[in-house]
C-alpha cells in the first residue's frame, strides 16, 4: 500500500517531539513535476509490494525543491535526512525516528534497476523480484 503526504506532514510527526504515531519503514521523496519520479516511483511501489508500506513525500513546488534550504536537503526536517535529489528511498529504522539507508533512485530507468539499488543499498531489505 502507498500514500501521499506533503513534506511538512512527513517532518512533523517523525521529528523527535513531532506527533509519534506508526510510520512506514519506506518512504519516498518525489514529486508529480518530477520525470524522474514518474517514471521510478511505480517501480520502488513494485519493489517493496507485499513488504513494505510505502509513504510517497511530495518535496513540493520545483520552487520549494530547488530551495536550499528544503528541509529535506538540509536535515533541519529531521536529522538523518539529507538529500540531494529526487526520487529518493529512505528506509526508516524499528523506531521511525532514525534512517537506516538512503537509496538515491534519480538514475534508475527500469524495475530491475530499481530492484538492484535497493538491494545493494539496504543490506537485505526484502524486494519482491518475480517481475
Not at 538540509?74 to 532514525?98: A, K, N
Not at 538512503?102 to 524486494?127: F, P, R, S, W, Y
Amino acid at each position: 500500500m502507498s500514500f501521499h503526504i506533503p513534506y511538512q506532514t512527513f517532518f512533523s510527526q517523525t521529528i523527535p517531539g513531532g506527533a509519534r504515531q506508526q510510520h512506514p519503514r519506506a518512504v519516498v521523496f518525489t514529486s508529480e513535476w518530477c520525470p524522474d519520479c514518474t517514471r521510478n516511483v511505480p517501480h520502488v511501489i513494485e519493489a517493496l509490494r507485499g513488504h513494505h508500506d510505502v509513504v510517497l513525500v511530495d518535496v513540493g513546488s520545483i520552487a520549494e525543491w530547488k530551495d536550499p534550504l528544503h528541509p529535506a536537503r538540509t536535515g533541519t526536517g529531521h536529522p538523518e535526512i539529507r538529500i540531494s535529489s529526487i526520487p529518493s528511498l529512505i528506509i526508516m529504522s524499528g523506531d521511525y525516528l532514525s534512517v537506516s539507508s538512503i537509496v538515491d533512485l534519480e538514475h534508475a530507468k527500469t524495475l530491475n534497476q530499481v530492484q538492484n539499488l535497493i538491494m545493494a543499498k539496504t543490506e537485505g531489505i526484502m524486494v519482491n523480484s518475480s517481475h
